[in-house]
């Protein structure tokens, strides 16, 4: 089973920026499309960002034009990379595959944006 730990997270103002790192162990990694997930508090965990293995991405509309996702397969590692964000950001992200099922959840990283 593939093991992920997400960092990067942090405490930060509205319109800062934070960039979150997903390590993923095992051989996997590399050859399925990965994706940040985001759960606040009261809400279910969503899929926010998505990278497939040929680096075609996509994102829900909450987030587009702020947000980037990233990866480098050959170290196993996944970015996203958040600006200009907003309280409504504030959740645990999560990384993982895409498809179904997907791998044990980590711990996830806290961001939160408050002024």
């Known amino acids: 089973q593939v093991q992920l730990v997400e960092s990067g997270g942090g405490l930060v103002q509205p319109g800062g920026s934070l960039r979150l790192s997903c390590v993923g162990s095992?051989?996997?990694?590399?050859?399925?499309?990965m994706g940040w997930y985001r759960q606040a508090p009261g809400k279910q965990r969503e899929l926010v960002a998505s990278?497939?293995?040929?680096?075609?991405?996509n994102y829900v509309d909450s987030v587009k034009g702020r947000f980037t996702i990233s990866r480098d397969n050959a170290k196993n590692t996944m970015f996203l990379q958040m600006n200009n964000l907003k309280p409504e950001d504030t959740a645990v992200y999560y990384c993982?595959?895409?498809?179904?099922?997907?791998?044990?959840w980590g711990q996830g990283t806290q961001v939160t944006v408050s002024s």
């Open positions: 095992g051989s996997t990694f590399r050859f399925v499309a």
């Open positions: 993982n595959r895409v498809y179904r099922p997907t791998w044990d």
């Open positions: 990278i497939a293995t040929g680096d075609t991405t």
